[in-house]
């Protein structure tokens, strides 16, 4: 399966520090992406990274992508209340069966 | 102005009933996806549909049918509600969902079968 696997499951920190999330995935990929998930809410896309891509910013966030390891990391800078959120990682392949797969999802508490 | 709107928010029904979802879309995306996400927060596809073709449909029962009117439009029917039925549905759409790119998602469907 290409499903990522997040790590670690529950994460929380003080407003002001980094908060770094991990995925897993176990087959090649063409792309990967991160979402947000607030609570009842619908996932909003964050960044998407290529898989000849080593390292994306997008403002407060930075991933990285080693392939070779099978890995990804979503790093927040300087974490905010407002980032507490489900995070998830989706492992995307192209092709005539195109689709994401989702991981279990992170979940970030940011305290103020 | 939201880009993927669903309706109901919300759908209470007793087991055996059929109900339908809406979506929608004004982002002019080709294509179109359902997700159901458990109470463990796990997010699987159930079916994708690229101008009003199938052609994604995931092992899902056959009592879940996907029906595209239009590129804008993907609506999910479901008969003979089971207690296992019950989660929260996902609409999404991408520009073009044969490239793997970004998603944008509804604001989703629980539903909760008694």
């Known amino acids: 399966s290409q499903q990522g696997e997040e790590d670690p499951q529950a994460l929380s920190i003080q407003e002001g520090e980094n908060a770094t999330m991990n995925c897993s995935y176990k087959t090649s990929i063409n792309n990967l992406q991160w979402y947000r998930q607030n609570s009842g809410r619908g996932l909003v896309h964050l960044i998407l990274i290529r898989s000849n891509e080593r390292e994306k910013h997008s403002g407060r966030l930075r991933v990285t992508l080693d392939t070779s390891k099978k890995s990804s990391s979503l790093l927040i800078t300087a974490s905010r209340a407002a980032d507490t959120a489900s995070y998830f990682c989706?492992?995307?392949?192209?092709?005539?069966?195109?689709?994401?797969?989702f991981g279990k999802g992170i979940t970030l508490s940011v305290r103020p | 102005d939201t880009a993927v709107s669903q309706t109901p928010k919300y759908l209470v029904t007793q087991m055996g009933n059929d109900k339908s979802i809406k979506c929608e879309q004004n982002l002019g995306h080709d294509t179109m996806y359902w997700y159901k996400q458990d109470s463990k927060k796990f997010l699987k596809i159930m079916f994708s549909y690229n101008n009003k073709e199938l052609i994604i449909n995931e092992t899902v029962p056959n009592r879940f049918s996907p029906k595209s009117p239009d590129k804008a439009h993907l609506n999910l029917h479901i008969n003979s509600l089971e207690l296992g039925d019950s989660a929260v549905y996902f609409c999404?759409?991408?520009?073009?969902?044969?490239?793997?790119?970004?998603?944008?998602f509804g604001p989703g469907t629980r539903l909760t079968v008694t």
């Open positions: 999404a759409s991408s520009q073009n969902g044969l490239a793997a790119g970004e998603q944008y």
């Open positions: 989706a492992t995307g392949y192209t092709g005539a069966n195109s689709k994401l797969t």
